[in-house]
């Protein structure tokens, strides 16, 4: 999720001023009334080699916590790990993702794995074949998908923590395993493919586990419908729809609702917020430069604001019926050694320590809460 690094992440946001979300919001979406986000959850793939590095991590009242004790009690039931095939670093490899999925679901939460089907960062710019498979056209590619994800799904299985949902991808705009799974010419083909192969490993491992394909398309109806229509009319089935949401790329909350809202009433499914994130500051803690530099309107880029935009971002997707929404990295503070660059994680700078909900002395910022 780093071409981000050059690419497109965050915008800033808010003051902690009380969130309500427009009339006209709501009226949009009346079904939002009831929506619940039973999924409430935090991406936490870099937290690993923080602990590893020895970092330390802080309530809001400066007692020293677990961190993952600390999200639990903001309101996080849901942990998120990503998973490269083979990054130069070991971080996060399928070997360094069971070690932590151990830990993850002995304190209680909920997994998800968000397959990159990559060795590196993959997002709407990049999505890399995987160094082993460079050579693969789409039949070897759609066996190395399906082996792949029933791998590593039957190993957490066996140590008694089967994911309970998994990513075939992840924000794959225009497809994933370029060239030959990238849509051209809206052709759905190759793609359909591999999504398939992902969804019936998934399935074989386990069948309750719930699989998400996920895309960055919350900016417009228009952009969500071009890829999901082009992969249900190419035959391919999915247990929930899943889109990041950053001011900065996708609009206004407004207009977050009113996609949401538009994909469950089209595809029949549940619907969530895979990614999303906001800053408390947009100065920057290290010698590498931060991934947003700009506040979302309304919302200065401040510890307060940081809460009242997290909670508008949750209020605008329960609005459109989301049954959740995930944090991403609000652990990833400036832990010298835990660099965005996988092939130089120790001495590469981290991007995101404006966008954590710890600050740079690893204090939890206590305004901010998940909710339901």
């Not at 070997?95 to 679901?105: G, Q």
């Not at 991808?169 to 799974?181: R, S, T």
Request: charged share 15%; aromatic share 10%.
């Amino acid at each position: 999720m780093f071409a981000r690094q050059i690419r497109r992440r965050l915008g800033a946001l808010g003051a902690l001023i009380a969130v309500t979300l427009p009339a006209a919001v709501l009226a949009a979406a009346p079904q939002a009334q009831a929506a619940t986000l039973s999924m409430r959850g935090a991406d936490v793939s870099t937290l690993q080699r923080a602990t590893d590095l020895g970092a330390r991590y802080y309530t809001a009242a400066g007692a020293e916590a677990d961190p993952l004790d600390i999200l639990r009690g903001a309101g996080v039931n849901y942990v998120r790990l990503r998973v490269w095939n083979n990054p130069a670093s070991g971080y996060n490899d399928a070997a360094k993702v069971l070690a932590y999925a151990r830990t993850v679901k002995a304190k209680g939460f909920k997994l998800l794995v968000d397959f990159h089907y990559s060795d590196t960062w993959a997002d709407p710019g990049v999505q890399t074949k995987p160094a082993a498979w460079a050579s693969h056209g789409i039949s070897a590619l759609t066996k190395d998908v399906y082996d792949y994800t029933y791998g590593l799904c039957s190993s957490l299985k066996a140590q008694g923590t089967t994911p309970d949902s998994v990513q075939i991808g992840n924000e794959i705009n225009v497809g994933m395993l370029w060239n030959d799974g990238k849509v051209v010419n809206n052709d759905f083909t190759n793609l359909s493919l591999l999504l398939k192969s992902g969804y019936n490993a998934t399935k074989a491992c386990n069948s309750t586990t719930q699989v998400i394909i996920h895309t960055a398309n919350s900016d417009s109806d228009a952009h969500a419908r071009w890829f999901y229509d082009g992969i249900r009319a190419k035959g391919v089935t999915w247990d929930i729809t899943g889109l990041s949401y950053y001011c900065n790329w996708h609009g206004t909350m407004a207009n977050l609702t009113s996609v949401v809202a538009d994909v469950i009433a089209r595809y029949g499914r549940p619907a969530i917020l895979a990614e999303t994130a906001t800053p408390f500051t947009l100065n920057n803690a290290d010698g590498t430069g931060n991934s947003i530099t700009t506040a979302c309107s309304g919302y200065p880029a401040t510890w307060a604001g940081q809460a009242a935009a997290f909670t508008a971002v949750q209020n605008a997707a329960k609005a459109g019926g989301a049954t959740g929404v995930f944090y991403w990295e609000p652990t990833w503070t400036a832990v010298p050694g835990n660099g965005w660059n996988p092939a130089n994680i120790a001495t590469s700078g981290d991007g995101w320590d404006n966008m954590a909900v710890f600050n740079w002395t690893n204090v939890f910022n206590g305004a901010v809460k998940w909710i339901s």
